[in-house]
C-alpha cells in the first residue's frame, strides 16, 4: 500500500538499517527500507519511484510458490550425474546474463585414487573359466525384454500398422493450433463460462464465412476471452509489450522535437520491441524498419482519419461489454495493434491487421465486422490462439489452476487413505479364510454307509449284534449329526463375514478407480502425451486429462478421435538419423537444439528407418510432425493395439495407456457417430455441420429468420 493505494511494484534497491538502543533505554527495532518503480498501468498520481517501508509490500503468491521455484530451477540449472553435484546455471543463461561458470573448488569432484593391487592370475583364470562356461551354455535368444523398439532383434510379423485417416477439412500446418486451442477453452471453460462444445464444430465455426448469419460458437469464444482480459474498473489484467525510449544514444536531434507526426524512422529508433536483455534490444531495433513494422505504422496512422473509428479504447469497449454491431471485432483490433510491438509476432499480426483494415476502405466496426468473418481459418485461429496465451497469464486462469491443484492434493490423501483400508481389509479378508478352513464341510460319507449296510443285510446271512454297540452307534451318530449341524451354522455365519469383507474390498477399489478419474479431470495444466510408437510417432486423445466425462452444454464427446503425430524434429535428429527432415525447412530457432552431423554421418541408420517405415506403417507414413492422422473407430484402435509390440519400451508404455482408456474412447466414438447419422423417413443422412454449431444451434439461427422450420427442411434449405 503507497498512500493508501495498492499498486503493482518492482523493487530496485533495499537498504536495511540494523536495531538501535538509545541511550533513554528507548528499543529501536531494524527496518528496512525498499526503493521500488509502479510497474502498474493506473499510478494514482504517484510519482514512478517511491521509497517504502518493508511493512507497505506484500509479495504475490502467485508469483514464488513451491511449484514455480522448482520448475525455474529445473529449466535454467542443470547438475551432473554424481553424489553432491552442485546445480549450475545452463550455459545459454549464463552467457545472456554474464554469469560465471567456474565451479568453487571445495565444490567440485574429487577423484578417488584407488590403491594398486596386485593381479591375482589364479582369480583371473576362474573368471574367464566361468564365463566361458556361461557363454557356452547360454541360449542364442536369451534377451532381457523390453528393449528398444527399433532393435533390430524384435520381431516383426509382417502387418502393417492400420491405415490412418487424414483430416482434411483444415490444413495441418494449424492443426495443432486448432486443437490446443480447442483444449484449452474446453478445459477452462467454467471459469470462462463457456459451453462444451465438440472439435468438429470448432473447425467447422472455424471455415463458416457467411456475414447475415454469424456463428453463435465463434462469438461466444471471443467474447469470452475478451472478458477474462479487462477487469471490473477497465484495467487491463495483462501485461503487454510496452514502448518505451530506447538507452542509445539518439541518432538525430530532431528526435526530440515536439512534432505530431514523427518519421518512420525517428519512430522505429524510439521503439523497443522487448523487454530482454540488450542484445535483444539491439537486434529489435536493428530489425524495427522492416516492411513488416513500416505497414504497421501505416496502419497505426490510419487511426485517426476522418471517418475511421478508433480502436485504441478496447478496454473500456470490453469493460462497458460493447459486443453487438462489430464492438468485440474491434476490440480484437486494438488487442492485436499493442501485440504487434512484439518484434517476434509482428510478422503475424500484420497480415491479420491487413486483411481486417484494407487500406481502400473505411476502418468502422462494420467493415471489420464484415471482414473478420471473411477471414480465412488459418488468421481465425492465430487470432484465438494469441487471445488464449493472453488469457493464460490471467488472474481467471491461474486461480482456476491453484483451485485444481489444491483439489488434486486432497483428492491424493483420499486416494492412499482408500489404498491403506484396500491393504487392511485384505489382510483382514486372509485372516477370516483362513479361520473358515475347520468350518469348511465335507462330503458325508452317511448315505453310502446306510446303503451299503442294507445291502449288506439282504445278500447276508443276519449277524448277532450286541445291543451296547447299537446303542453306541446310535449315540455316536447322533452327537456327530448335532456336530455338524453346529458346523454348517458357523461357516455360514463367518463365510458372511468374508462375503462382507470382500464387497469392503471391493468397494475401496471403485473408490481408487474413481479418485483417479477425479484427479484426470483436475490434471488441467497441461495435456499428457499418450506414448510413443517404435518411431517416435506422438500419440493424443484430447480427453486425456482436464475434461470431465460429461461435457457441459449440449456436446455430448469431445473429439473422439485417437490422433497420431510425426516425430518431432529432436527426436528425428537424435534417434532416426534425421528420417524425413529437410535441414532448410527447419525453424531457425530449432536449429541449436539439434546436431547437423546427423544429416551426413547417419546414413545409413536414416535408410533403414526410411525403409522399415515404408514396410510397417503402410500407406499412412507420418514423416514429421506437421504430418497427423487419426482413428475414429473401435476397429482400428484395436488393430494398433494388435500392431503394438509389447517387448519394446515406447511400445508397452503405449500399449498398457491405450489399454486403460479405450473404453472412454469407444463410448465418445460411438457418440460422434450417432450424432453425425440422424434418420429421416427411413432413410441416413451424413450431416456436415456447414455453420460450426451443433443441430440445435444451426435451426435455432434459421428459426431466429425464417420462422419455425423442422430438420428435414432445414437440409433441403442447404
Known sequence: MIEGYRCAVLIREKTKFNALLLRDGTYKPAISRYRVEITANKR??????????????????????KALIRAFIKNSCTREAWNGAPWLVKEQYARKFRIDMTVPEHLRKKEVVKPVEKEDKRFKKKVLSFLRAWLMKAPENDIKYPIDDLDDRLTFDAAAR????????????????????????????????????????????????????????????????LRALVSAEAESLVIFPRTHKSKRKQIDSSTNTTSSTPSVK??????????????????????????????????????????????TDWRVRIQQRDFNAGGWEFAIVGILDELADSHRLTPVIIEILTSLLPPHEKHTRKT???????????????????????????PTVREHIEDCMTTMTELRKDKVDAQRERKTRIEEL?????????????????GQDEDTDATETDHSAPQKRSIKMSLKRKREEEEERIANIKRTKEYQKRLKLVDQKKDEIKGCE??????????????????????????????????????????????TYGSARLWVQGPSVEDAAAYLGAAGLEMDEIPFFR??????????????????????????????????????????????????????????????????ALLARKEGMYEAMEARKKVYQISFSGKSLTI???????????????????????????????
Open 688 to 718: 456436415v455441420f456447414g455453420t460450426g454449431l451443433s443441430t440445435s444451434r444451426s435451426t435455432t439461427i434459421y428459426e431466429k429468420y425464417y420462422g419455425t422450420c423442422t430438420r428435414t427442411s432445414l437440409f433441403e434449405m442447404a
Open 162 to 225: 492400420p491405415r490412418l485417416k487424414q483430416e482434411e477439412s483444415i490444413d495441418n500446418e494449424v492443426l495443432v493450433e486448432v486443437m490446443s486451442t480447442w483444449t484449452f477453452l474446453n478445459v477452462f471453460g467454467e471459469p470462462l463460462r463457456l459451453d462444451s462444445f465438440t472439435l468438429d464444430d470448432y473447425i467447422d465455426a472455424l471455415k463458416y464465412q457467411e456475414i447475415d448469419f454469424p456463428s453463435e460458437l465463434i462469438i461466444e469464444i471471443h467474447c469470452a476471452l
Open 591 to 656: 536449429l541449436g537444439l539439434i546436431n547437423e552431423a546427423v544429416f551426413v554421418d547417419d546414413t545409413m541408420l536414416r535408410d533403414r528407418v526410411v525403409s522399415r517405415k515404408e514396410r510397417e506403417e503402410g500407406q499412412s507414413i507420418l514423416y514429421d510432425e506437421n504430418s497427423w492422422g487419426f482413428y475414429d473407430d473401435s476397429d482400428g484402435v484395436e488393430g494398433l493395439i494388435a500392431w503394438l509390440n509389447p517387448k519394446g519400451i515406447r511400445e508397452a508404455k503405449l500399449r498398457t
Open 430 to 446: 486372509t485372516a477370516l479364510e483362513v479361520e473358515l478352513q475347520p468350518f469348511t464341510p465335507e462330503e458325508s460319507m452317511n
Open 44 to 65: 494514482h498520481g504517484l510519482d514512478c519511484e517511491q521509497s517504502v517501508e518493508s511493512e507497505a509490500l506484500q509479495r504475490d503468491r502467485n508469483h514464488f510458490n
Open 266 to 311: 525517428a519512430e522505429s529508433v524510439d521503439i523497443s520491441m522487448d523487454d530482454a536483455s540488450d542484445a535483444d534490444r539491439e537486434s529489435s531495433s536493428a530489425s524495427s524498419v522492416s516492411s513488416e513494422y513500416n505497414t504497421l505504422l501505416k496502419l497505426r496512422a490510419t487511426n485517426t482519419k476522418p471517418g475511421n473509428s478508433s480502436w
Open 510 to 555: 471403485e473408490r481408487i478407480v474413481q479418485f483417479d478419474n477425479e484427479l484426470r479431470e483436475k490434471d488441467c495444466q497441461r495435456l499428457r502425451l499418450l506414448g510413443k510408437d517404435r518411431f517416435y510417432n506422438r500419440y493424443w486423445y484430447l480427453e486425456g486429462n482436464g475434461l470431465s466425462g460429461v461435457m457441459r452444454g449440449e456436446a
Open 368 to 394: 471489420v465486422k464484415d471482414n473478420y468473418a471473411r477471414l480465412p481459418p488459418k488468421l481465425k485461429i492465430r487470432t484465438i490462439h494469441l487471445l488464449t496465451q493472453l488469457v493464460c497469464q490471467t
